[in-house]
């Protein structure tokens, strides 16, 4: 059963009336992208906002070229540079600091891996020469990329294998200039069968190596200094044998806050039969005083799926393709963990499905106090993957606020819901009167979504009308 205290917050789904948006677009052009990996974007956000106002692209113009384009808050392009790539070249990582913007690129040959990387400089574009961070076999591992929270430090990443077991991680951290401040390599023999890992890395510099490992029962993070050799170890047990079940870690998912605390939430379920057990999340605090916080589980009982099918208007026997996507924090220290269902129907060029979000909310105790379950139902063609559909998410003060590109009472739109945190209330979805175009072609790319502030979003998408034509638009919301 949930915890004491935790209720369902109750949920509008149906479309709000039209309501007049100030729209403002500009023409843009993009070369879609094409991943093999469709459930995990390595460039999920491809448009970050400036704090004086404005923002930058990144985006794909031509096979071999893509663009770094900066635009003032009236859409007006003030520089745009272009990222030659070449053979076997791709986009790892975009992020900017107080100063730059940095790009990764992962390369690929017959003869090994590298990731390199350029930075522009924010007033002007100017970019330096190519920076190479780091060389792998071909054969092993895609290596890793992760900027800190401000994107002032750059940790980049390769595996040492052991028949196709990960036995230590060689990383390096560079500052935002891009020039070294640390080698370090993590090692794992004691960590045995299968296990999975990550790495992030703090304002700081400092090194935070996550783990789901222990037969993927236990949630473990490893703190690494740049100035010491002390390594801060925090462990949980999530799994374990629960009422002659044994329970695993199915998903799992890390998010790394400016001030070094470190949450995470992980789906666990039965070994034997698959079925989702529970909702388990942990607060890491790497302070002086630092501390480890559990948070009561929250059960997928069978009411909890029966919430589930209602939200969805479907009548599955147990849940599945739900993963974690986001854990979202409040200047309050709330906590928002989303989840989403994705799927696709089966085969290579199957399209890709996203339906209902699942929200649970938990106070600065870490406590849970409420869940909605949000029903939708998307669909992209496979070539598109879930650049399209799904969801972009933005917290402001005590609200997170959802944008949603779907076609709800025959109206393709881009959608906005607004979540209180603190009472888990949702409001009904207002659309932003871009009339998206509903055809199979390329119609809205999530990825270009972003927020000015509260009321200023800009994002991309192809109007329904003759024009196949992508354009810019600057939404003011009401």
């Keep these: ?118 930075s522009l400089d924010l007033a002007n574009g100017q970019k330096s020469p190519v920076k190479q961070l780091l060389t792998a076999g071909t054969r092993d591992r895609r290596p890793g990329t992760a900027f800190s929270p401000d994107g002032s430090r750059l940790v980049v990443w390769s595996y040492a294998t052991q028949k196709n077991q990960i036995k230590a991680i060689k990383a390096t951290v560079y500052d935002e200039k891009l020039l070294k401040l640390k080698d370090r390599t993590y090692d794992f023999h004691d960590q045995g069968g299968f296990f999975s890992v990550t790495v992030h890395v703090g304002n700081d510099g400092s090194q935070f190596v996550t783990l789901a490992g222990d037969d993927m029962k236990k949630l473990t993070v490893r703190r690494y200094r740049n100035d010491s050799p002390e390594v801060k170890v925090m462990s949980v047990s999530v799994g374990g044998t629960f009422g002659g079940k044994v329970v695993n870690i199915f998903d799992s ?40 916080k559990f948070a009561p589980e929250i059960a997928f009982s069978p009411e909890y799926l029966a919430d589930a099918n209602k939200a969805s208007g ?66 992209a063609p ?42 888990g209330v949702l409001q009904e979805p207002k659309g932003l009167g871009l009339n998206v175009a509903a055809d199979q072609n390329l119609a809205y790319v999530k990825d270009f979504t972003a927020w000015l502030d509260p009321k200023t979003i800009v994002g991309v998408s192809r109007p329904s009308k003759k024009s196949a034509a992508l354009m810019l638009n600057k939404i003011v919301v009401k």
């Design 1 to 118: 059963m949930f915890a004491a205290g935790f209720s369902v917050a109750a949920l509008v789904l149906n479309p709000a009336p039209a309501s007049a948006q100030r729209v403002k677009s500009a023409a843009f052009s993009y070369l879609p992208e094409t991943s093999q990996d469709r459930y995990n974007q390595r460039v999920a956000h491809k448009t970050l906002t400036l704090p004086g106002g404005g923002f930058l692209i990144l985006a794909r113009k031509a096979a071999n070229e893509y663009a770094v384009q900066r635009y003032d808050q009236d859409l007006k392009q003030v520089w745009s540079t272009a990222l030659p790539l070449a053979a076997g070249e791709a986009v790892d990582g975009f992020m900017r600091s107080n100063g730059q913007a940095t790009v990764v690129v992962h390369q690929k040959t017959e003869a090994a891996q590298q990731l390199s990387a350029y």
């Design 253 to 292: 998912r890390f998010a790394l806050q400016p001030d070094n605390t470190l949450y995470a939430a992980a789906i666990c379920n039965e070994r034997e039969t698959g079925l989702y057990h529970s909702l388990k999340v942990v607060k890491y605090d790497f302070s002086d005083e630092g501390e480890m």
């Design 314 to 379: 479907a009548a599955a026997q147990r849940l599945e393709d739900i993963y974690l996507t986001d854990l979202l924090l409040t200047a309050e220290k709330q906590l928002v963990v989303v989840a989403e269902k994705k799927y696709e129907e089966g085969g290579e060029d199957s399209p890709g499905h996203t339906r209902e979000l699942h929200l649970f909310g938990f106070n600065e105790f870490l406590t849970p106090a409420w869940h909605s379950i949000v029903g939708k139902d998307q669909v």
């Design 382 to 423: 496979a070539a598109e993957g879930y650049s399209s559909i799904g969801y972009q998410a933005a917290v402001f003060g005590s609200e997170v606020q959802f944008l949603t590109w779907e076609k709800l009472k025959g109206k393709s739109d881009v959608y906005l819901r607004r979540l209180n945190v603190q009472t």
